[in-house]
T-cell receptor, first 115, second 108 residues
Framework: NAGVTQTPKFQVLKTGQSMTLQCAQD?????MSWYRQDPGMGLRLIHY???????DQGEVPNGYNVSRSTTEDFPLRLLSAAPSQTSVYFC??????????????FGPGTRLTVL | AQRVTQPEKLLSVFKGAPVELKCNYS??????LFWYVQYSRQRLQLLLR??SRESIKGFTADLNKGETSFHLKKPFAQEEDSAMYYC??????????FGTGTRLTVIP
């Protein structure tokens, strides 16, 4: 049981490049989400999904796309990277069945630098 | 709109001293609050949920709706408590709205 996995751990991009951050979970969780963590700003929700085929925007969705074709995977796409997207990105998942929906499980993070 | 405020970015206490990490919230709905912790080189993980009213690793947190607060307390800090602590408010669809975090350092 690997929990929530994220790849890559580190990435450096040039402005304008695109890339996909991968996130997978093996807990059969319905809910998955992406956060970015910036110094002094805590974690902010980018996009989330409550099941395969269903995605929605969070607090800071601009510049990012997501899709959820399977329960296990929730990739985050940067369409045209900008220096403002330099951050640490966390993927999280949880059940949507109470009481287990209380706890979200986080991945190890991806540190992205955009030059 | 929701808001979670953690007024202290940094907090240092001596080992054995009491510790209190402050969290205030603003939310129009019925609040569900959590404390998450990130130890050095570890993943962010759930520490406490207000609804369970439990003590985890000696920490407790009481939801005070009158003061809109959910402060995290421990009577005797330990070195292993040094970490980044985030207060979080659950909003629709299981989304979490985080405060900016408090880095706690316990001085030996």
């Amino acid at each position: 049981n690997a929990g929530v996995t994220q790849t890559p751990k580190f990435q450096v991009l040039k402005t304008g490049q695109s890339m996909t951050l991968q996130c997978a979970q093996d807990m059969n969780h319905e809910y998955m989400s992406w956060y970015r963590q910036d110094p002094g700003m805590g974690l902010r929700l980018i996009h989330y999904s409550v099941g395969a085929g269903i995605t929605d925007q969070g607090e800071v969705p601009n510049g990012y796309n997501v899709s959820r074709s399977t329960t296990e995977d929730f990739p985050l796409r940067l369409l045209s990277a900008a220096p403002s997207q330099t951050s640490v990105y966390f993927c999280a998942s949880s059940s949507l069945t109470a009481p287990y929906s209380d706890e979200q499980f986080f991945g190890p993070g991806t540190r992205l630098t955009v030059l | 709109a929701q808001r979670v405020t953690q007024p202290e970015k940094l907090l240092s206490v001596f080992k054995g001293a009491p510790v209190e990490l402050k969290c205030n919230y603003s939310y129009s709905g019925s609040p569900e609050l959590f404390w998450y912790v990130q130890y050095s080189r570890q993943r962010l993980q759930l520490l406490l949920r207000h609804i369970s009213r439990e003590s985890i690793k000696g920490f407790t947190a009481d939801l005070n709706k009158g003061e809109t607060s959910f402060h995290l307390k421990k009577p005797f800090a330990q070195e292993e408590d040094s970490a980044m602590y985030y207060c979080a408010l659950r909003t629709g669809a299981n989304n979490l709205f985080f405060g900016t975090g408090t880095r706690l350092t316990v001085i030996p």
